[in-house]
């Protein structure tokens, strides 16, 4: 099980860069990723649910694994990585 809780009393990312360069990063985590076997069969799952997919399939040059990112319905990344 994983929880994820919003703070209603956080501060909004924008709000905390509108004075700073487009892609100005923060400190705090900003994804999460799962490791999962069959992975062609969670693409499949994942594009027949229609999940926002955030670009398309990579596979990385050094392992050979692919790995792929989705939105979910507030636009945070959640990274799919092959086993």
């Known amino acids: ?3 994820l ?16 360069p487009q892609k100005t990063k923060i400190d705090g985590f900003f994804k999460l990723g799962f ?7 969670w693409v499949d799952y994942l594009k027949q649910s229609k999940v926002e997919f ?11 694994k692919k790995m792929l ?3 979910d ?3 945070n990344r959640i990274q ?4």
């Open 35 to 41: 490791l999962v076997t069959e992975f062609e069969k």
């Open 73 to 75: 319905p507030d636009g």
């Open 5 to 20: 809780i919003e703070m209603e009393s956080s501060l909004p990312s924008k709000s905390l860069l509108e004075n700073h």
């Open 69 to 71: 990112l989705i939105k």
């Open 1 to 3: 099980m994983i929880e």
């Open 54 to 64: 955030y670009g398309s399939v990579v596979t990385d040059n050094l392992s050979g």
């Open 80 to 83: 799919i990585f092959e086993k």
